[in-house]
């Protein structure tokens, strides 16, 4: 059980831990938190944007689309590694998910498949958008993979949680593939690194 980390302690967190952070218009008060609860928090989900364009997947992230209402995650990770805080609180990152897979993630044990879609994702995950196109091809950048490890690596930090905290939207949301480019394998594996 753990309390969502306060504006400026999410903040701290990042800065840290190293990374270059832009706080984007009124993002400590930009949340969907009248739609729904916020906390208790239990993971950090990463996601790719489908998008390209720094300043354009910023805003896109920033205000969501039609249907779609922002925050569409609390950073976004640019290619270039820099982290910008859009939202602060509930946002609309994570869906409905797995029920198993919360489950799994509080234990910090294996993930089982993600089969359900039954469990309000929203409320309990901290989110990363990247900017990646998404399909395959599009690179990930050294800069912007050390900037997604040291996002993750500096939540879990202050939570006291393992790497097995840190999911990928496709391991949570049957019929999602994001991230896709690498395995969430393989950034948990840095992550492990990071916090030792
Ligand atoms: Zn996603």
Redesign the pocket.
Known sequence: MASPLSASAFLDALRDEGLTVVEVGDWRHHNRNHKGPWGPVHGV?????ATEGAARTVELCRKGYTGLPGPL?HGVITKDGTVHLVGHGRAN???LGDDDVLRAVIAEKALPHDNEANTDGNRHFY?F?CENLGDGQDPWPPAQLAAMEKAAAALCRRHGWTERSVI???E??PG?V??RGFTMAWLRERIRDRLK
Do not use: N, R, V
């Not at 989900?45 to 944007?49: E, F, K, V, W």
């Open positions: 989900m990463i996601h790719h944007t995650c990152h994570a869906g989110g958008e990928g939207h496709l949570w949301q999602k994001d991230p």
